[in-house]
């Protein structure tokens, strides 16, 4: 069956250091991922989409790689603050269906230290 | 500002009580979905409307249903809720169908369930 799989595992890193996080994905054929943040009692927030045919796009501190041949994404936030503290989706959509579903990953939580 | 609002963020009901919770949205958006999320795991698309049309995911439990009396309001009733039920609830909208656009979320109703 399908499966998105992100780190469980709470991520803690300084404030002003690189965070990446994984998503990694089997039995799936995506044409788009995006990321969402969700912070606690929130919904989550999009913030952006990878193309299947795109390596890497990036907007601001964020940085998006996705790998199609590994069934991976990397999520990266350069010069991390504090305030990137929370938690952070996967999300897949394919070409297979046109309803524009999107399943989810569990996220990871990033947590930024002062 | 153009935006999803849910009602209410907080939502305590009795066992086996129906309850009924609200979405309403001003982006004007054909699609509109609703998706439980328990705590620590992803969200877990329950059904979705694309103007009228229903799509009840297959295993989405009978207990829940859905209305779309206009474009901008959706509700999600549970018949009789169970403590299994007890989750955030969340609303999201996108401008068509296509995995390709981003979904705009709502701040979810938190259920409780006693």
């Known amino acids: 069956s399908q499966k998105i799989e992100q780190n469980s595992e709470a991520l803690n890193i300084q404030e002003g250091k690189t965070a990446t996080l994984t998503c990694n994905y089997t039995?799936?054929?995506?044409?788009?991922l995006q990321w969402y943040r969700q912070d606690p009692g929130r919904g989550p927030v999009f913030l952006l989409l990878?193309?299947?045919?795109?390596k890497e796009k990036r907007k601001e501190r964020l940085k998006v790689t996705f790998d199609t041949t590994l069934k991976q994404s990397l999520f990266h936030i350069t010069a991390s603050q504090p305030a990137d503290s929370a938690t952070y989706l996967c999300?897949?959509?394919?070409?297979?269906?046109?309803?524009?579903?999107?399943?989810f990953g569990q996220g990871t939580t990033l947590q930024v230290k002062p | 500002d153009a935006m999803v609002i849910q009602n209410p963020r907080y939502q305590v009901t009795q066992f086996g009580k129906p309850v009924t919770l609200s979405c309403s949205q001003t982006?004007?958006?054909?699609?509109m979905y609703w998706y439980q999320q328990k705590s620590s795991q992803a969200p877990k698309l329950l059904f979705h409307?694309?103007?009228?049309?229903?799509?009840n995911e297959a295993d989405t439990p009978d207990n829940f249903q859905s209305r779309r009396p206009n474009t901008s309001f959706c509700f999600l009733d549970i018949r009789s809720p169970g403590l299994g039920d007890a989750a955030m609830y969340l609303c999201?909208?996108?401008?068509?169908?296509?995995?390709?656009?981003?979904?705009?979320f709502g701040s979810g109703t938190r259920l409780t369930v006693v």
């Open positions: 999201a909208t996108s401008r068509s169908r296509g995995s390709h656009l981003r979904y705009t």
């Open positions: 039995n799936y054929s995506p044409a788009y």
């Open positions: 990878i193309r299947e045919n795109e």
């Open positions: 999300a897949l959509g394919s070409f297979s269906s046109n309803t524009g579903k999107l399943i």
């Open positions: 982006l004007n958006h054909n699609v």
């Open positions: 409307y694309y103007d009228k049309d229903f799509n």
